[in-house]
């Protein structure tokens, strides 16, 4: 990197490419104007909701959905289909109109607002009727499903509103189904009533924790960003990492995983920190799709990491009764050993093609770099604090935190400015309004994504929630096992058109009680939180599974490289992150249950990286030099003992502490067998 090049240059190039993932439309004067308001307008709603704001719950769920609903229409055209355009040759501009906002849009817009607001204003007489719609119930319910759907397909494409309108049309004739997938009519009094009028469907839980958490730490990431904290998490991995064999490739993975920790988007952290880590991985010898496919592992694993999780952690949350914390001490462990296992993954890759470090002129100095932007790590650090120590609510939490952060916006644009103290209001201001705006923009489609997924959770919840548990427990012939294969796979088919969360809540709906089940009628006591955990990693794996890996189209972007070979290679580097949902599931220690001391938990900590790094080998084919068939079957059982040594404890009578060491005697063994052909490689690229 030019250390002569600017911050303001930096953030240009990251906003080109940033800009794109909010829509396909481009907007002058009035329409400009409009948007930026609506989605300031809807950050500013949020952030006064925990201190200034006294509004019923549902009725906050209904308002959040309309300013994303309203974002949708207008941002995102009917067709955005390229090939369905040039069909229609310009006709029907209204359908396709990309340069602003046309009629329809207006008016989709319109009837979408008002039928989602139509719940707000009418909520005393929905109440007082008790599940008897009138007219006008049933007349904006119908109406707005309708356009929720749209809007989902708009945003989102034709999977998630497919899968939620199958889903409505089977609660209608499920008795003319096989016995084992029948179950008692829905009517559309029921329908009706439980999908909009109720809080077990659009207006569920998934859309509550959206509107009442995942707004504001969206936002507090969406402000750090736009101060400058995700170029300076890239600058300080660059200064740790870019002097170590394929440097950029480990500051990339380093970066990503810090800016997950606050953006909670696969996508928005491939744009961001892949705008610079993808052009330096090519330059230092990495192929323009392995490049990219280190940026779209390293960002979807962005959503393992707390506190956000994708916006996954706070629902996780709700769904098994339990904190914040709980949900983040249980994610703690898997999110940094498959970070770490990627870290592994480029080393094992720059080992392969011989990469070098990064020139030394490319590499920022650390303390330098450090001291430059350890402002941005105060709010990070309170936002802890307030978590961990002062055990305040999420919502707290981040509120304040995102008040430390504007206020230190408005400290350093006065310094910045010097004696000019109008200039320095007037970049502060200009910073915090463009957060704000880029808030909104940020959430419209996770806001539609929950609220139709909702749909699914409302006919679950009519009685399909039972008729697919003996399904399930059916198909996979008793077999637990068996079971959480289908739901991986059933995750991972989901995930190719359903965003991340989405997905989550769909499977955790479907899935986790007949998990539950079975596992009791097999005597294994899994804990909820496991079993929505294994369905959590498996919706974020399918964010980079070919062919519609959204990240892999924004990373292939970038590179210049096919977005489907980019999307099978980040597949094949994320590959390592699904054999933790297994282990996890059967060995509850790797998420910290039943681990009592901080000995034993940096203990399952050691052994869990040293088991994932023994796999990573594995899959990649590559220790020191490329395994030996032999190898390779030791670094597999190396990988299981370490991973279930409860299931060695159980077969030898030995203690667990004993099978640690026999796991990593094993891959220290393979080690030892490789390095004279590693040391012999070595001398003869010297000669």
Not at 277 to 302: C, D, H, Q, R
Not at 643 to 650: E, G, I, N, T, Y
Not at 673 to 687: D, G, T
Request: glycine fraction near 8%.
């Amino acid at each position: 990197m030019n250390n002569n090049k600017s911050l303001d240059n930096q953030q240009a190039e990251i906003e080109k490419y940033a800009n794109w993932d909010f829509g396909p439309r481009s907007f002058d004067g009035f329409e400009k104007y409009l948007l930026v308001f609506i989605a300031a307008s809807w950050s500013i709603f949020q952030f006064l909701l925990p201190m200034f704001l006294t509004i019923p719950s549902d009725q906050v769920r209904a308002i959040h959905l309309t300013f994303a609903i309203a974002l949708v229409f207008l941002s995102f055209p009917v067709i955005k289909n390229q090939k369905l355009k040039n069909k229609l040759n310009g006709k029907c501009s209204f359908l396709t109109k990309t340069n602003g906002i046309s009629w329809l849009d207006y008016i989709t817009c319109f009837l979408a607002v008002a039928s989602v607001l139509y719940y707000v204003f009418a909520k005393t007489g929905i109440e007082a009727r008790q599940g008897n719609p009138i007219i006008s119930d049933f007349v904006f319910g119908i109406l707005m499903l309708m356009l929720l759907l749209e809007a989902a397909r708009r945003a989102l494409g034709p999977a998630l509103p497919f899968v939620a309108l199958t889903f409505i049309i089977y609660s209608f004739f499920s008795e003319y189904m096989p016995s084992f997938l029948a179950f008692q009519n829905a009517t559309w009094t029921k329908v009706i009533n439980q999908l909009t009028m109720s809080s077990q469907g659009v207006y569920g839980i998934p859309l509550d924790v959206s509107a009442q958490v995942v707004f504001l730490f969206v936002l507090f990431g969406a402000m750090l960003e736009k101060a400058g904290g995700g170029y300076y998490f890239i600058q300080l991995a660059l200064s740790l990492l870019g002097r170590f064999r394929g440097g950029a490739a480990k500051a990339a993975v380093l970066a990503s995983g810090l800016t997950g920790m606050v953006n909670g988007s696969s996508i928005a952290n491939t744009v961001t920190t892949g705008t610079f880590t993808i052009p330096l991985m090519k330059k230092t010898g990495f192929s323009a799709i392995k490049a990219g496919a280190v940026e779209v592992a390293a960002s979807t694993n962005g959503q393992l990491m707390p506190p956000i999780m994708g916006a996954a952690a706070f629902i996780i949350a709700e769904y098994c009764n339990i904190t914040y914390l709980e949900v983040v001490k249980a994610a703690f462990i898997p999110a940094f050993i498959s970070y770490i296992a990627l870290i592994y993954i480029t080393h094992l890759e720059s080992l392969k093609i011989d990469l070098k470090p990064l020139p030394k002129e490319d590499i920022p100095p650390f303390w330098q770099t450090f001291i430059g932007g350890i402002h941005f790590l105060i709010p990070l650090i309170f936002l802890l604090y307030q978590l961990i120590i002062e055990r305040r609510s999420a919502q707290y939490a981040v509120f304040w935190a995102i008040v430390s952060l504007a206020s230190l916006i408005l400290v350093a644009e006065f310094i910045k400015a010097g004696k000019k103290f109008k200039k320095g209001i007037i970049n502060a201001s200009k910073i915090i309004i463009d957060s704000l705006v880029a808030g909104g923009r940020n959430m419209m489609t996770i806001g539609v994504a929950v609220a139709a997924a909702g749909i699914i959770v409302g006919i679950v919840a009519l009685g399909l929630g039972s008729t697919l548990t003996e399904l399930i427990g059916h198909l996979s012939g008793g077999n637990l096992v068996l079971m959480l294969i289908i739901t991986a796979i059933v995750s991972l088919v989901l995930g190719m058109g359903l965003p991340t969360t989405a997905n989550y809540i769909v499977m955790a709906s479907l899935t986790v009680p007949a998990i539950i089940t079975l596992a009791g009628e097999t005597g294994y006591a899994v804990p909820l939180i496991a079993a929505h955990l294994f369905c959590f990693y498996f919706g974020i794996l399918s964010d980079d599974t070919p062919p519609v890996g959204l990240s892999a189209y924004a990373a292939a972007a970038i590179s210049r490289a096919d977005p489907i070979k980019t999307g099978i290679q980040g597949f094949k580097y994320d590959i390592r992150t699904a054999i933790l949902p297994f282990m996890f599931f059967f060995n509850t220690q790797l998420l910290l249950i039943g681990v009592n001391s901080w000995w034993h938990g940096i203990m399952i900590f050691i052994t869990g990286v040293i088991a994932m790094m023994a796999f990573a080998s594995l899959t990649q084919n590559y220790l020191l030099v490329k395994n030996r068939i032999y190898e390779a079957a030791i670094l597999l059982g190396a990988t299981i003992v370490l991973l279930r040594p409860d299931l060695f404890q159980k077969w030898t009578g030995q203690a667990i502490f004993v099978w640690y060491i026999v796991g990593a005697l094993l891959f220290t063994t393979v080690h030892l067998m490789q390095w004279p052909r590693s040391r012999k490689k070595e001398n003869a690229r010297l000669i």
